[in-house]
């Protein structure tokens, strides 16, 4: 009976890998390539590239993300402090989070990933190429490393909107307001500063003096309609796509990576680890046969699995250079 059971799925398995094979198409369904050279081959030929970068960027300047293992400020994470309730219920404390991250971003640099995607930036823009990046990250690095053209999907530390005028604006002050000085210590034994909300960061336009907040993308919230919107125009136009330091089957990268790949532009993932599009291809396999069973259409699914062209692993300070590096049939 067993060993009915595991004929029958071992044929069904091997009937679903082969429909999947011929809806997913040949070189999606192929294992993600580690060839540098073919990789630079159609970065040679791109004309519009869009990289999407995540976390691991970040982390490679040291910059704390207050999430996973050991990723604590004082006795919270950030998915506890980074929400509109948080910050309705105790402002003072979310801004102490806010403003600790700010600072500790005074002490962090830009990394060779980071300047390795302006410098490509920069130098195709003199040949009519474009390069745009689109990042969850909101430290500005790529911004501090001279990258130009960034849609920040998630906001950014270093800017403010007014919960009165709804005003967004730049605000690089260190501290933001002086009754911040030097508090948002991370120690798990300091205490809420408790700082009364008059004194807490607010709107200098004439006749508002709203509340102001960190204009982040805090859990729970939608994203910025105007940015997103942009993003899938990058991505709707762009012809070589690269997922850098996050992977491309987690979100954002997810929600973006297979509507590239479903044009058939190539889309090469630069992290630290595995690629999940080979590692799990037997429960992707098992996952797929259940989706048919149940009826449900395949093709989104498989444009999200099979995405990969490219997988590079490593660190992106590495990987990154050396795949954005100056191609021999660019001029000089
Ligand atoms: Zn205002």
Redesign the pocket.
């Known amino acids: 009976m067993i060993l009915r059971q595991f004929t029958c799925r071992a044929v069904v398995n091997a009937c679903t890998q082969a429909r999947i094979r011929r809806l997913a198409g040949s070189r999606e369904m192929a294992k993600p390539s580690s060839d540098l050279a073919a990789f630079r081959d159609f970065f040679a030929k791109a004309e519009n590239i869009a990289i999407l970068t995540g976390a691991g960027v970040s982390a490679e300047s040291g910059v704390p993300t207050f999430r996973g293992a050991g990723g604590f400020w004082r006795k919270w994470q950030a998915q506890d402090l980074a929400t509109p309730e948080a910050f309705s219920g105790n402002p003072s404390r979310v801004w102490e989070f806010y403003h600790y991250r700010r600072e500790v971003m005074l002490t962090k640099d830009p990394n060779a990933a980071h300047k390795a995607i302006a410098e490509c930036e920069e130098r195709l823009g003199k040949q009519g190429r474009k390069v745009t990046v689109i990042t969850q990250n909101i430290d500005e690095l790529h911004r501090r490393a001279g990258s130009k053209n960034i849609l920040e999907i998630h906001g950014s530390l270093f800017k403010t909107r007014?919960?009165?005028?709804?005003?967004e604006e730049a605000n690089h002050k260190s501290p933001i307001c002086p009754a911040l000085k030097d508090k948002g210590a991370p120690d798990p034994n300091t205490h809420d500063a408790q700082i009364p909300v008059e004194q807490l960061p607010?709107?200098?336009?004439a006749g508002?003096?709203?509340l102001?907040r960190p204009a982040v993308v805090w859990f729970g919230e939608s994203l910025d309609a105007d940015v997103l919107s942009r993003s899938h125009e990058v991505l709707d136009s762009c012809d070589l796509c690269l997922v850098v330091g996050t992977s491309s089957v987690v979100y954002p990268a997810a929600m973006f990576a297979p509507q590239v790949a479903a044009r058939g532009v190539p889309v090469a993932e630069f992290n630290m680890e595995n690629t999940p599009a080979t590692t799990h291809f037997k429960h992707v396999s098992f996952f797929a046969l259940f989706l048919l069973v149940c009826g449900f259409p395949l093709q989104p699914f498989l444009s999200l699995h099979f995405c990969l062209r490219f997988h590079f692993q490593g660190p992106c300070g590495t990987t990154l250079p050396a795949a954005l590096a100056r191609h021999k049939s660019e001029p000089n």
């Not at 007014?162 to 005003?167: A, K, T, V, Y």
Request: some cysteine; overall charge positive; aromatic content about 0%.
């Open positions: 007014c919960l009165s005028c709804g005003h607010r709107c200098e336009r508002c003096g709203g102001l």
